[in-house]
Structures are given as C-alpha cells and as structure tokens.
C-alpha cells in the first residue's frame, strides 16, 4: 500500500469512505471496482462467501500473507488494487488475488468464482503507521510452522518446527512440537491458517492459543504476540 499527501487537491475530489471489514458477515453483498483488462470503470456484484481465508503467496521479495475476505464478485486481472464495497458505498477490502482452475496444460487465465481482498481494518493499520512516519509492524508468534495431520482432527493443524529464543510462542511455554488448532476464535488447521490467524491480530495482544502437546493432551495457553520487526 501507497499512502499519497496531495498538495494541490481539487475541489471536487469525491473521497470513498472506509467501511470496517471487521464487522462484514458471510453473505454479505459487496461490489468489486476496478478496470478488468483495461475496462475502466467496471463494477462487479456477489456476496462474502468466506472470511478469514488463509492467503499466503511466497514471492522473491518476501511473503505476500493476509486473512482475506473471500467473495464471488468477479475479479479479473486489472481489479488488484481496487476497493470491495458494501452496499452503503464503504470500502471494506482491498481486491488482491483471484483463485484459478488447473487444467491438464496448467492454470487457466480467468475468474472462476473465488476472489480474495485485503481487509480494510488491516488496511488501515497499515496507513495509520505510514502518516506516523512509522515501519509498519505486524503481530508475530515468533515460530516457523509446518502443516501436520492429526489424529482424530480432519483437516490437521499446525506443528511448531522452530522457535525463536525470546520469541513469543517460547515465552508462553509453547515448544517444537507442538500442534496448533486454534488462535483466539480461528481455527487453524495448516501452516498458512496459522500465519494469517496471527495477522488477525495487533503486536502485544494476549491472545488464546490451542495446542496438542507431544502426549497427545489438548492445552490452552495465553500468548502475548511479538512484533515482525523484532530481531
């Protein structure tokens, strides 16, 4: 995200307002803007079909991860980088990704019904640190994590296979291991929901974390998350 102080803006600048994707339902219709293959103005209706969907794109430069809210409005190439309003006009999340078909020669180009944006509430964190002059920071558990299936759990969890020293996951007593299935009120069933669960959340949170110890035993500890920009 870019945040832009206009020095000579014009009178007439219409400025979108900023809705809360915190308090958007499944269901929910919303409106995707943007200029799909260079079709500017382009409007696109669906509904949130799933909140908090685990999005984490591995790229050269870093990782790409966010808690995205899943919709069914059309999002095509060109559409990154524009807003997903409700119905009142208020922005509620940033369109970034699109999920696409594999067929036998590959990934085949184009919408197919699951588009992903950036929640807006995340969004503005984000900005609020920019107007401060500050490095944007995140919430960090302080551990790397791989997907692991679990007994008598369907869709797996989380298991702990490094953690920092003076992390926070070691500070709460957490250690490798350990199978994550839940953060606060999300369920965490691979490595990716349990990178976008914590994201969930602001450094210095308590948050609750579920886990299954090495015995097989299901606890429950407190974690005060750390930040990304801790060394």
């Known amino acids: 995200m870019a945040l832009l102080q206009l020095t000579d803006p014009p009178d007439d600048l219409t400025v979108a307002s900023l809705g809360s ?68 006009g208020e922005v509620v999340g940033i369109n970034g990704a699109i999920e696409l078909a594999q067929s036998e020669q590959g990934y085949d180009a184009g919408f197919i019904g699951i588009s992903y944006a950036i929640p807006i509430d995340d969004v503005r964190h984000v900005v609020d640190q920019l107007r401060e002059g500050e490095e944007p920071e995140h919430a960090s558990l302080g551990a790397n994590a791989e997907t692991a299936v679990v007994e008598n759990i369907v869709d797996g969890a989380a298991v702990l296979t490094e953690l920092a020293p003076d992390g926070a996951a070691a500070e709460a007593g957490l250690v490798e291991g350990d199978m994550i299935t839940q953060i606060g009120e999300l369920h965490v069933n691979s490595a990716r929901a349990l990178v976008t669960s914590v994201l969930t959340h602001r450094p210095g949170d308590d948050v609750e974390v579920t886990y299954i110890d090495a015995d097989g035993n299901e606890e429950t500890t407190t974690v005060t998350l750390g930040s990304d920009l801790d060394g």
């Open 21 to 88: 994707s915190d308090d958007t339902e499944v269901g929910q219709a919303v409106v995707a803007i943007g200029a799909p293959y260079g079709l500017q103005s382009t409007v696109t209706a669906g509904i949130v079909s799933a909140l908090n969907r685990p999005f984490v794109l591995d790229l050269p430069d870093g990782l790409v991860a966010y808690p995205a809210i899943q919709t069914d409005a059309a999002v095509n190439s060109g559409n990154s980088g524009g807003p997903l309003v409700n119905l009142r």
